[in-house]
């Protein structure tokens, strides 16, 4: 598999540098409310690219954190007179529960950051044993950008950049520090963090966001592991900072691969609550829509550029557009896959673990060759659709059928989309020579014998059976 790389800028090759699994990280969220669909699509096409990766038959290591603990989790819990713990758990389950409706495999470990405070101190200590981190006045630690040559190479910025007013989230810390650059290892207890603190060899406080994700990285993956992941907006200061904090620590690189998603946009414009455009699982099941459908659109345009999901007509109607028109091709595929599984009588196990052992895609296979190309789904579902525009499933033979069904399963798979159920229109299975009849007349239709068509048709009628022609082939239903 070829994936485009951050720190490189290219798109290279992806192999675990054990010789046997390939181990990843990926940011997840911060529980303290809902995640919204733009959150969605990075989790998404996270799923894709893991699901990818072990159809193509190489083992995955999948690690994904939970942020339980930041300025926000300990502001929103106050407010809402809950425990840190109370409030982030009930956000966690719900971040679960959308996860599952959306057909995301549930990564191999999930760590959270308030289970590993133990180890982000024991971080700190040694960043600022080597000289990479110091304490301020009011008990406060921060790393020293200064004291890191690297700094800047994936967001390709360089100190001089570094300067107040760069990004809004160089300044995110309102702590005592040396240089505007610098950022919180370990925040002072202040009296709004009310009861959410820890004791630590610098006085009580927590530890500052950037940190937990290398410290659980260390733990779970090591000094150096395949593949670090996550939104764009990422890049800088977060990944950037803790390239700095673990490489100061280990002196190996971090992260082999960088793999960064681009944002959703609604309507053209920046997804934001103020701007009436923020979207949940919930608000659009609410208004109709599937979890399979949402999950369609947020595959349909490849993961470095921007999708943008249009909600609205022009008079301000919220349509949903795209989540309509995803639910039409859905409903297509599973026409079409319906109809290979009953040419084919399928009798074979469909589960995602079963179809990593299907060795020929048949015609589905370029579709798997558009993902393995840089993970790039909407050439992966527009192969699918060209396929399909070449097989007529009641033309095929058994074997070929089970084939294509196979190929079409593993793709499905990949992609994550769970089809609808497709309902046989006959509980009756037609007689061995009713099905001859209607074979031959759609033999005869091919060979454009029109009246031979139109006497068979006749006679499947005078013997109470309907025939329906349909763009894979034709359907038999006994007539009411």
């Avoid at 193509?56 to 809950?82: C, E, Q, Y």
């Avoid at 909600?311 to 028109?325: I, M, R, S, V």
Wanted: charged fraction near 30%; glycine fraction near 8%.
């Amino acid at each position: 598999m070829r994936l485009f790389d951050t720190m490189s800028r290219e798109v290279k090759d992806l192999k675990p540098s054990d010789g046997k699994t390939f181990r990843f990280y990926c940011c997840g969220p911060t529980v303290y409310g809902p995640a919204h669909i733009g959150n969605f699509r990075t989790f998404v096409l996270q799923d894709v690219f893991r699901r990818t990766l072990e159809l193509s038959g190489m083992p995955a290591f999948h690690v994904r954190n939970l942020t339980d603990v930041d300025d926000k989790t300990i502001r929103d819990a106050r407010a809402a007179g809950k425990t840190l713990k109370k409030f982030t758990d009930f956000w966690r389950d719900r971040f679960h529960e959308d996860c599952a409706l959306l057909n995301n495999l549930e990564p191999h470990l999930e760590p959270s950051a308030v289970e590993h405070i133990p180890h982000q101190i024991a971080m700190i200590e040694e960043l600022m044993e080597k000289g990479h981190a110091y304490r301020s006045d009011d008990g406060s630690v921060y790393y020293k950008v200064s004291s890191f040559k690297g700094y800047g190479r994936l967001s390709r910025l360089d100190q001089r950049e570094l300067r107040a007013g760069a990004s809004g989230a160089v300044s995110e810390d309102e702590y005592e520090k040396d240089s505007v650059s610098d950022f919180a290892l370990w925040k002072a207890r202040r009296a709004e963090d009310g009861e959410n603190y820890w004791s630590s060899p610098w006085g009580e406080g927590r530890p500052g966001w950037h940190l937990e994700c290398s410290a659980m990285c260390r733990e779970y993956l090591g000094d150096s592991f395949d593949l670090h992941s996550g939104g764009v907006d990422l890049v800088f200061p977060h990944h950037e900072n803790e390239i700095a904090q673990s490489e100061a620590c280990t002196g190996h690189t971090m992260a082999d691969h960088w793999f960064h998603l681009t944002h959703l946009l609604v309507d053209g414009g920046k997804m934001s609550k103020s701007a009436g455009n923020f979207y949940t699982l919930t608000e659009l099941s609410e208004a109709g829509f599937s979890a399979a459908e949402l999950r369609y659109v947020l595959i349909s345009a490849h993961y470095r550029q921007p999708l943008n999901f249009v909600a609205k007509d022009k008079e301000g109607e919220e349509t949903f557009p795209a989540l309509a028109g995803a639910g039409q091709a859905l409903q297509k595929l599973a026409k079409f896959s319906h109809a290979l599984a009953q040419q084919g009588q399928v009798e074979v196990s469909t589960g995602f673990d079963d179809l990593k052992k299907v060795a020929e895609l048949g015609s589905f296979a370029p579709a798997f060759d558009g993902l393995l190309d840089d993970l790039n789904t909407p050439e992966a579902l527009g192969q699918v659709f060209t396929a399909m525009k070449g097989i007529k499933p009641a033309e095929l033979s058994a074997e070929d059928a089970r084939r294509e069904f196979l190929g079409l399963s593993v793709i499905m798979a990949a992609l994550g989309l769970q089809l609808p159920v497709v309902e046989d229109e006959a509980e009756v299975d037609a007689p061995a020579k009713i099905v001859e009849m209607a074979q031959a007349r759609w033999q005869a239709k091919q060979d454009k014998d029109w009246g031979e068509a139109d006497r068979l048709r006749d006679e499947l009628a005078a013997a109470g059976w309907e025939i329906k022609d349909t763009k894979e082939g034709f359907e038999l239903c006994p007539k009411s």
